[in-house]
């Protein structure tokens, strides 16, 4: 294994030099700091494959487009995350549609009941009066 330079080695591999550095911290490529300097362990196999400096940067600009994996696991998650407040929301609506149409029913019951029962109070006309409860006095 030969080091080289940060610059040298995004020539060979065909990088930018920010792909270098950020390489060399993830540990994916060997380096070490020498002489106020960060040297990049190139293998002989790597060195020969050098791409001229046009290529290396189109190439690193091509790859600083392609999005990186957490920003996909985080785009993903606040897609879904959206799709679960929608169903939440629609849940929630539903229930309260069916707590109203069960009110209406309930009040609708207590009236015929209360009609059945001679001198028995009248149950509430309007939808938002208070509901009589078997525990009122009669």
């Known amino acids: ?78 897609e879904q995350n959206a799709r679960l407040t929608g169903m939440i929301e629609s849940m929630q609506r539903d229930h309260a549609r069916q707590i109203s149409e069960l009110h209406v029913l309930l009040q609708n019951t207590q009236r015929l009941i209360l009609a059945t029962i001679p001198d028995a109070p009248q149950a509430p006309e309007r939808p938002g009066d208070d509901v009589i409860s078997p525990h009122d006095e009669r």
């Open 1 to 78: 294994m030969e080091y080289v330079s940060v610059a040298e080695a995004a020539r060979y591999l065909g990088i930018t030099e920010h792909a270098v550095r950020q390489r060399a911290q993830r540990g994916t490529l060997p380096s070490h700091r020498g002489g106020g300097k960060v040297l990049i362990g190139i293998e002989q196999d790597q060195a020969t494959r050098e791409v001229p400096d046009e290529q290396s940067e189109l190439l690193g600009e091509q790859l600083a487009d392609i999005p990186r994996e957490p920003d996909e696991n985080i785009r993903f998650l606040r």
